[in-house]
């Protein structure tokens, strides 16, 4: 009789202490999961900026314009809403080294700036309400480094078209700005 109530005792133990360990793992999966939480809200904020109305920092206007210049490209206009791999990879790189965000920070940054201007059919009509944005937020030195940004934009595809050389002169003109 005894022996019985030692292997239930043990049996009881052991589910006890299985049953402690599931949720000690538990508990360490659910405070990484906190811990990472800040990159997935920052992506999914950002994605209920699905439209140019919601658009009011003027990184992401920076962003939109830059697009807007990479689309007046040649490849631009071949492809609905496209930019090339060139122009992308070039855009990012400017996040990174103008705007000082990290690599990862900057694509998602690109691609949501891609996903809302996605409708827009005419860069023309983006111009100035970003430009807008930009001038109340950024000083004349700013603006003048954004100008110098979408030159190399415009130029990553090969020599700016102009149609792209006339977006950027219209951008230096409502900024106050000459070409550099």
């Known amino acids: ?95 990174v080294g103008y705007m000082q965000v990290s690599k990862s920070e900057a694509g998602e940054l690109l691609t949501q700036m891609l996903w809302t201007t996605s409708k827009a059919t005419e860069p023309e009509t983006i111009l100035s309400p970003m430009t807008n944005i930009i001038s109340k937020q950024i000083n004349h030195k700013d603006a003048s480094d954004l100008s110098t940004m979408l030159g190399d934009v415009a130029n990553i595809d090969g020599i700016a078209n102009s149609d792209q050389t006339v977006f950027i002169t219209r951008f230096e003109n409502r900024m106050g700005v000459t070409s550099p």
Do not use: Y
């Open 1 to 95: 009789m005894h022996i019985i109530g030692i292997v239930i005792a043990l049996a009881t133990a052991v589910f006890w202490v299985g049953r402690a360990a599931r949720s000690a793992k538990d508990i360490a999966d659910m405070a990484s999961t906190l811990k990472n939480m800040k990159r997935p809200n920052r992506f999914k904020t950002r994605s209920a900026k699905r439209d140019l109305s919601s658009i009011d920092e003027p990184m992401d206007a920076a962003v939109i314009l830059m697009i807007c210049v990479a689309r007046l490209s040649s490849f631009g206009q071949m492809g609905e809403a496209q930019i090339s791999d060139g122009a992308h990879a070039k855009i990012t790189e400017l996040l």
